[in-house]
Structure formats: C-alpha cells, structure tokens
C-alpha cells in the first residue's frame, strides 16, 4: 500500500510539471519569436498566432488593480489555493486515476501563468480561435490546461451525481 501511495505522488508531481514546462517553453518560444500584437494565420484566419502580454487574469479581468491588489488577488491568492489543493493530493490515498489528471492540469496551468505573473508581471498568451460568430479570447497552453481540467473534474462530478439518483 506504501509503495503504490508514493508512486501516485510521483505521477501527480510529474503531471503537474510537465503542464508547467509545456506552458513554460511555449510561452518562451513565442517571446522569442513572435513579436507583440503579430497576427500569424496558422489555418487561415480560423487559428491566429500572436504575441499578447496580459497584465490582469481571464480575459484582463484586473488589469487596473493598484499593484498591492494585483500580487494579493493574481498571486498570492492564485498560489494559496494551488498549493492547498496539490497537498490534497499529495496526502490522499484513494483517489479516481480521472481526478488525478484533472487535478494536476488544473494546477499545472494555475503555476505557469503564476510564473509569469510573478517573474514578468503579466502573462503571454498567443493563441486565439475564430470560428464565425465564435471567437476566443488570446490564451496559452496554461489556459488550455486549466479548462481541460476543469472538464475533466466537471464531468467526473456530474457522472458521480448521476450515479447516486
């Protein structure tokens, strides 16, 4: 049983970090090479490449927070609440293989915008969908984690209900 706990905490911490070095290097890749408000058609005008620094969060809610606020709100907050959840990870024993990967998204996504907002002051997002009356706003691979672990953990939840009716 000790074995097979350890070795879920290494698989949680290897899925959290490699979340966070996907969104790391892509992110650099773009710094380095895109250059700011760029448009880069990658399938014609339906998925853009472009270089946006986002000072704020989601969609540049808080972009016009005093810099206190901005380092208690987009900071300290963001890293209380990733580090309270991965030490539930850390410490549970029977946890659904689905959460896990959830989870760890979540977390690893959460840490590389964290990353940035700490080390650059804003976040890079470079990425943006346009289909018709659909478009997205510009986002990065931290952002695509984080939603998709937010299905995931959706989806497990509404089939746990489901399954108690």
Not at 16 to 30: A, H, W
Not at 44 to 56: A, K
Request: hydrophobic content about 55%.
């Amino acid at each position: 049983m000790q074995k097979h706990f350890i070795l879920n905490r290494f698989y949680i911490l290897v899925l959290v970090l490699l979340n966070v070095g996907c969104d790391q290097i892509s992110k650099e890749v773009v710094r380095t090479n895109v250059a700011q408000q760029d448009y880069i058609p990658l399938i014609e005008h339906y998925f853009i490449l472009t270089n946006v620094e986002n000072t704020g969060a989601m969609l540049g809610f808080g972009q016009n927070f005093s810099p206190f606020m901005k380092m208690v709100l987009l900071q300290g907050l963001p890293l209380l609440v990733l580090l309270i959840i991965l030490f539930r990870m850390l410490t549970k024993t029977n946890l659904n293989p689905w959460m896990v990967i959830g989870f760890a998204f979540v977390i690893g996504g959460g840490m590389g915008n964290l990353i940035d907002r700490i080390f650059y002051g804003s976040v890079t997002d470079f990425f943006q969908i346009r289909l018709g009356i659909f478009t997205t706003g510009i986002f990065n691979m931290a952002d695509v984690a984080v939603t998709l672990g937010v299905i995931i953990i959706l989806a497990l939840s509404i089939k746990r209900k489901e399954a108690t009716f």
